[in-house]
């Protein structure tokens, strides 16, 4: 099984920067692509960055400032998805959210993490 546990949300100031980090427990060759997805209160889900192999793919709103990486682990240990957010906004405050994408023996299968909260406010 495929478990992703995000961490790093907090309270930041406008102009701010936060690291968002989503540890992955189970076999890397199973996942394919990996993201970001936020939701605000009230708000629908929507996606904020991507990566696949060492492709990256941004919204609109993420462009320029966030960078989404990924650190793949030895045997044995987990792996990581990342966020490097800078130059927070309040329109950035959301439940943010770790996925993944099963491939091989989890092709088809989505995979959400719990989600950490992040608030831009002064």
């Known amino acids: 099984q495929v478990q992703l546990v995000e961490s790093g949300g907090g309270l930041v100031q406008p102009g701010g920067s936060l690291r968002l980090s989503c540890a992955v427990s189970?076999?890397?060759?199973?996942?394919?692509?990996m993201a970001w997805y936020r939701q605000a209160p009230g708000k629908e889900r929507e996606f904020v960055a991507q990566?696949?192999?060492?492709?990256?793919?941004?919204?609109?709103s993420a462009l320029g400032r966030f960078t989404i990486s990924r650190d793949f682990a030895r045997d044995g240990a987990k792996s990581t998805l990342n966020l490097e957010m800078r130059s927070l906004k309040p329109e950035d405050t959301a439940l943010y959210l770790c996925?993944?994408?099963?491939?091989?023996?989890?092709?088809?299968?989505?995979?959400w993490g719990q989600g950490t909260e992040v608030t831009v406010s002064s």
């Open positions: 996925y993944a994408r099963g491939v091989n023996y989890y092709r088809g299968r989505d995979f």
């Open positions: 189970g076999t890397m060759r199973n996942i394919g692509a």
């Open positions: 990566i696949v192999d060492s492709m990256t793919r941004y919204s609109d």
